[in-house]
């Protein structure tokens, strides 16, 4: 899925947080969409193995969360959505299809490493590939919640990233095909 798509899904996680605690909404918004992308970063190394933990993150999510419930104020509830967010994105993945630039044509069948078992747990490809047309629609129904609840920056940063997320997808096929080149 889209870096975008893991945003939204980050975000959307911190409504609750909107919802009932409103003086805690932008640190639980900051980190669900700094945690939602940040495994993405590692498309520049070995790409969903290098920053991508589906189990360690969890592991570390639900003290947090814990922690966040019982102490809450910014840097608690910011990490905690952080770390929820990157365990939501990492297992998530499993989803989606391969880490390949054209996906479409990869006959890899891994979807993202899980390195507490030390093996690649198999792509389901319910959203066939990142910048897929599910992929943008499911990003945008998860955005919906965040445009209701949120105002300001975080609501200017969510339709900007529907823009980038309507482009990428409307251009993720020619976008493959060129960085298959350096592949």
Excluded: N
């Amino acid at each position: 899925m889209m870096a975008t798509t893991h945003g939204f899904v980050g975000l959307a996680l911190t409504t609750v947080v909107a919802a009932f605690a409103p003086e805690l909404a932008v640190p639980a918004a900051a980190g669900g969409i700094a945690g939602g992308i940040f495994p993405d970063l590692d498309v520049a190394a070995e790409h969903r193995r290098t920053l991508h933990f589906p189990g360690y993150y969890t592991i570390g999510a639900l003290p947090a969360v814990g922690f966040a419930t019982v102490a809450p104020g910014p840097v608690t509830v910011g990490v905690a959505t952080f770390l929820l967010a990157a365990a939501v994105h990492s297992v998530s993945d499993i989803i989606g299809g391969t880490p390949s630039a054209v996906p479409w044509e990869s006959e890899r069948e891994h979807a993202v490493y899980f390195h507490a078992s030390g093996r690649w747990l198999r792509a389901k490809r319910w959203v066939r590939y990142d910048g897929a047309p599910e992929d943008f629609f499911l990003g945008a129904a998860f955005a919906l919640p965040s445009l209701v609840l949120f105002e300001g920056t975080i609501r200017r940063l969510v339709l900007v990233g529907l823009g980038v997320s309507l482009v990428y997808s409307l251009f993720r096929r020619p976008i493959g095909r060129i960085a298959a080149r350096w592949e």
